[in-house]
Every structure is written in structure tokens, then in C-alpha cells.
């Protein structure tokens, strides 16, 4: 079976390195990729959303599965886009279709999807510019802090969390009629804040059966104590340790199995990975959002603990048949830290040497803005590089990562020290 990628982080060189391992693979590729997938697959550089160049490169490389990365080409259809093609229509595509990823896309359409199929989540209202004043009305009734939400995708920063009444007021407005984030923000969920712990579950599903994955915690601020601004993710342990089986209980009954018959109810064709991003308050579940696809770094925690063949796995979706799996879920914890260029998540530098990596062992290394450049790996993004690890508990799997990143270098590297801190 010949296999692409779509994406170029942390979470596909982790997809592809779990993939390669299959002895049903036959050929692995990844567009565009990164240092990292190109010394197990064949990257191939094409934009993610330019579908007729995915196209050709499918059909050229006699391509029989495309597993999808990021969002942004499945809200943009790109699983339809397959679909509705002569050529292209029996290719299996891992991930959802448009309409399923709207989940993501729009967060209006989230809160609707779980107000209707009874889900907990933040209470809301959603506003646009023609009602901005009833939108200041519905502030002054909430107490603070208060969450502003573009509606639409906006890089991970679309959300405001604000202490001030006057302030959240004015950025609702700059959001709204000043357009802050594009089209995305048009239309702003206002929302009661939740306070409490956070963790992710991940399904997968073929749109009929569902298995749950292993939960995962990310840490997505810069800086030490969760403090400064948010990122990509800065590291994340799975399991989480305070997930414990009555709470899982919880959240399969209230959370995920009302997701999924939500799902077939609504006529909302669903092939992938679904995340589920959760708060704890007191001893319940409440959803925050919907992400159409693995996180980032979630995903270098989350696929090291999954022993099945991933081939197997993703064909069974492909056909529908994910209830003839038996997934087998490695005990041990993993726990991942992600190094980034000094500067991130603001400006910073690209194309500084990466040395060292090759003498880690013990951890895995996954690359997320690496790229090779005169034989040489030289950063590419913000977040660089990832050093996963398994251990009896997060302490004994974090001791092993933080010695490994002591032996990689780049210029202006930094990573957070804490990972872990507040369990
Ligand atoms: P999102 O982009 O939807 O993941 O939101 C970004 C972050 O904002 C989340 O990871 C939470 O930390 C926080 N957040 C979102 N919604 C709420 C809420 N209703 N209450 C408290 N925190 C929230
Ligand atoms: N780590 C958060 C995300 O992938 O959205």
C-alpha cells in the first residue's frame, strides 16, 4: 500500500514514523514534510491546500491512502475533493469531510452541534457586527473573566481571555467591526469561562464505530508556570495521570458517544480523528472545542503508546470496519518536549544548524520546523524538534527527554523546563 501525508510538523513526521514500521507499507510519502520525514519517506513539496498539485502526485505515485494533518485542507474540503472526482473517488482519505470538519471551522456551528446533542459545554451566546450592542448587553451580564471566540480558524490565537469588562468590550468590537482576525472573526461566541483542568481525548472513527484513544495534556503557553503567550504546544503527557477510569467513564457516556451518533444523526460523514478538548470543573467533563485532527504535539505522545499496526488501523476506517480492531494501548506514560527557536511564538530566525540529535537515544526525536539544507538540518519554524519518551510515570519519561534535549543544539533554542508542573 502506497501512503501520503499531508502536513509538515511534529505530528506527521510521528505519523509517518508509526506508519513506516507497517509491513503493509510499500511506499511512504509526506507533502511536504519536513528533515525529519525525508529520512523515512519520500517528501514531496506541494502546499497542503493546493489540491490539483495533490492530485498529480497521487496519481503519479499510484498513492492508495492520503492521511491528513492539519485542518486547514480538510475545511477546505479536500476529502470531498477526492470524493467528487472520477479519478480520485476510491483513494481512501484519513480525515473528515467538509461538511464533519466544519466542527472545527466554525465554533458557532460546535456549540450547536453539542447544545443539540446534549454535550456539556460553556454557556453562549454567539454575535456578529449587526448586533454588537446586544453583544456588549450579554458581557455586562456574565462575570469575569471573560472569553471572546472568532468563530472561525485563526491560527490557534482566535481566542481572548479577559479580565476587564471595558477592555473585553472593546475587543469584541475590534473583532467584530474592526475585523481583528479576518472573516474568521465576523462572528464572535461569547462564552461563560470554565474554571478547571484541561486534558484531550482522541477518537478515531469510520463514521459508524469508534475507539477511544489514549488522553493527553499539552502545555501551550511559552513560558515556565503557563505563563506569557500561547504557542503550537510545548510539550504533553499522555496518560493524563488524573484521568482515571470514573472520569473516563464520564467522558465516553457524556462526551464521546453523543459526539458520535451526533454525528450520524446530523448526516455528517466522518472518516479520522476527532479531538476532544476537555475541562475538568469539580468532577465533570465540558467540552471547549473540536479539533477535526491529532494535535500537535499530542500526537508524539499519543501514537508511541498505540501497538497496533497503524495501516491495519487506518484501512479498517477506510472500509468502515474499525470494530475488527482490538487496539492495544501500551501502559507506559510519554512524555514529549518540544524545543523552539529563541523568539517563538513572536518573531524569531530561521536556518540555524541543528547538531546532536543523532547522538539521542533512549527518546525518540521527531522534527516539526526542521528542513535539510546543504546536507545539513537547519530550522524551519518556530517549533523544531520534539523528544518523546516512555517511562513508568511522567517523572521517569520527562527525566529522559530533558537529558536527551542537553545533547541538541541550535542557536537561540529554548524549551520549557516544567513540563508536568501542575500534576
Ligand atoms: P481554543 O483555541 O478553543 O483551544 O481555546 C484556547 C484556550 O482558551 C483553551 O485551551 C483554554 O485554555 C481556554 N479556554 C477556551 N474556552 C474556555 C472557557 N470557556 N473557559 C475557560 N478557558 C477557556
Ligand atoms: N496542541 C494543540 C493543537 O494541536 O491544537
Redesign the pocket.
Known amino acids: 500500500m502506497n501512503i501520503l501525508i499531508l502536513g509538515s510538523g511534529g505530528r506527521e513526521h510521528t505519523l509517518a514514523w508509526k506508519l513506516a514500521q507497517s509491513p503493509k507499507l510499500n511506499k511512504l510519502f509526506v507533502a511536504p514534510g519536513n528533515a525529519g520525514t525525508a529520512a523515512i519517506a519520500e517528501n514531496v513539496p506541494l502546499g497542503v491546500n493546493d489540491f490539483e498539485a495533490l492530485k498529480k502526485t497521487v496519481l503519479a505515485k499510484q498513492v492508495d491512502m492520503v492521511v491528513v494533518g492539519p485542518e486547514d485542507p480538510l475545511v477546505n474540503g479536500v476529502h470531498d475533493f477526492f470524493l467528487n472526482d472520477a479519478e480520485l473517488k476510491d483513494i481512501s482519505v484519513i480525515g473528515p469531510q467538509k461538511a464533519a470538519a466544519t466542527l472545527e471551522g466554525s ?1 458557532e456551528f460546535a456549540k450547536e452541534f453539542m447544545e443539540r446533542h446534549n454535550i456539556p459545554t ?1 454557556a453562549y451566546q454567539s454575535f456578529t457586527a449587526d448586533n454588537l450592542k446586544a453583544g456588549f448587553a450579554f458581557l455586562e451580564t456574565l462575570s469575569p ?1 471573560y ?1 471572546l ?1 472568532a468563530d472561525g480558524l485563526a491560527a ?1 490565537k ?2 481572548l ?1 479577559l479580565n476587564d469588562l471595558e477592555q473585553a468590550k472593546r475587543e469584541l468590537e475590534i473583532m467584530l467591526v474592526g475585523a481583528k482576525f479576518g472573516q474568521a472573526s465576523a462572528t464572535v461566541v461569547i ?6 483542568i ?1 486534558l484531550s481525548v482522541f477518537v478515531l472513527t469510520d463514521g459508524k464505530h469508534y475507539k477511544v484513544l489514549p488522553t493527553a495534556k499539552d502545555y ?1 503557553r511559552i513560558g515556565e508556570g503557563d505563563t506569557g503567550l ?1 504557542t503550537g504546544g510545548m510539550g504533553a503527557i499522555s496518560p493524563v495521570p488524573f484521568a482515571d477510569k470514573t472520569f473516563m467513564e464520564k467522558i465516553h457516556e457524556q462526551v464521546v458517544k453523543p459526539t458520535v451518533e451526533g454525528l450520524q444523526k446530523d448526516g455528517l460523514p466522518y472518516k479520522g480523528f476527532i479531538f476532544i ?1 476537555l ?1 475538568k470543573v469539580g468532577e465533570n467533563p ?1 467540552v ?2 473540536y479539533n477535526v485532527r491529532l494535535g500537535d504535539p499530542e500526537t508524539e505522545v499519543v501514537i508511541p503508546r498505540i501497538q497496533n499496526d497503524l495501516v491495519a488501523v487506518f484501512q479498517a476506517v477506510a472500509e468502515e470496519q474499525l470494530d475488527t480492531i482490538d487496539l492495544k494501548i501500551d501502559d507506559r506514560t510519554v512524555t514529549t518536549v518540544m524545543t523552539v527557536s529563541g523568539g517563538y511564538p513572536e518573531t524569531y530566525e530561521k536556518g540555524m544548524e541543528i547538531s546532536g540529535f543523532e547522538n539521542i537515544e533512549d527518546s525518540l526525536v521527531f522534527h516539526a520546523g526542521t528542513r535539510q539544507k546543504d546536507g545539513k538540518v537547519v530550522t524551519s519554524g518556530g517549533r523544531v524538534m520534539a523528544i518523546s519518551s516512555y517511562g513508568n510515570n511522567f517523572r521517569e519519561a520527562l527525566k529522559k527527554s530533558y537529558q536527551n534535549i542537553e545533547k541538541l543544539h541550535f542557536d537561540r533554542m529554548n524549551y520549557r523546563k516544567d513540563i508536568g508542573f501542575d500534576l
Open positions: 465554533k460553556a473573566p472569553v471566540k490557534g482566535g481566542v481571555i462564552e461563560e469561562f470554565l474554571a478547571g484541561e501551550k500561547n478538548g475541562i465540558y471547549i472545542e
